[in-house]
Structure formats: structure tokens, C-alpha cells
């Protein structure tokens, strides 16, 4: 049976189980997915084929993104075009977010 639900104790339990990776995947509907990441200390991802958008659920830090420095705080929502170079920067330890892919490959051209 396909997930239709998941809460934030699941995302911290399944990225709790992962050795290596600091994402899990927890819902996945066709060009949809639902992801729990929490870097430790840095955040080396590389630009993605997907839009996306982060839902912050703890921590604060700064966000590189398209050459800018943005400031983020729990509970902000971030929005990244596909294919734009973006990353997290001096977060706090307690740094973890949602990340909602979505769209085609290629995404909308901003």
C-alpha cells in the first residue's frame, strides 16, 4: 500500500536509521517526493534536476542561493528553481528540514 501520511517523529526515526546518508525518502507519488535532511555541519548537495521547496522544522543558519545569503529560522519556507546551485551554510546543530520535490526535470526557468 502506497503512504499517504507521514509525521515528523517518522522522518526523525527513518533519518535516525540511515548510516551514511543525512536524507530519507518518505513519500513518493510520481514526479512528487517527500524527503527528511539534516546535514551534519556541511551541506555539500549539488543542484538538483526538480524544483523544490524546503519547509524548515529546526534550526536557523543561512541559505546560498543564486549568489545570495538569505537567513533562515524554524519554520520558514524556502523555494529553490531547478538546476540553481544552493546550499546551507553555518547552521545550527539542531538544523532539519522537508524537502518537497516536485515538477518536471528541468523545472520552470526563473
Not at 501520511?5 to 514526479?31: C, D, M, R, W, Y
Request: glycine share 8%.
Amino acid at each position: 500500500m502506497k503512504n499517504f501520511k507521514v509525521s515528523l517523529p517518522q522522518a526523525i526515526e527513518a533519518l535516525e536509521k540511515k548510516a551514511v546518508q543525512k536524507f530519507t525518502v518518505l513519500l513518493k507519488n510520481g514526479n512528487m517526493s517527500l524527503e527528511y535532511f539534516s546535514p551534519d555541519k556541511i551541506d555539500s548537495q549539488t543542484p538538483h534536476k526538480q524544483d523544490e521547496l524546503y519547509v524548515i522544522t529546526s534550526g536557523s543558519g543561512t541559505f546560498f542561493l543564486k549568489g545570495e545569503r538569505i537567513l533562515f529560522n524554524t519554520n520558514d519556507v524556502l523555494f529553490v528553481p531547478a538546476g540553481m546551485e544552493h546550499r546551507f551554510e553555518n547552521f545550527t546543530d539542531d538544523f532539519a528540514t522537508w524537502v518537497i520535490f516536485y515538477g518536471p526535470n528541468g523545472g520552470e526557468k526563473v
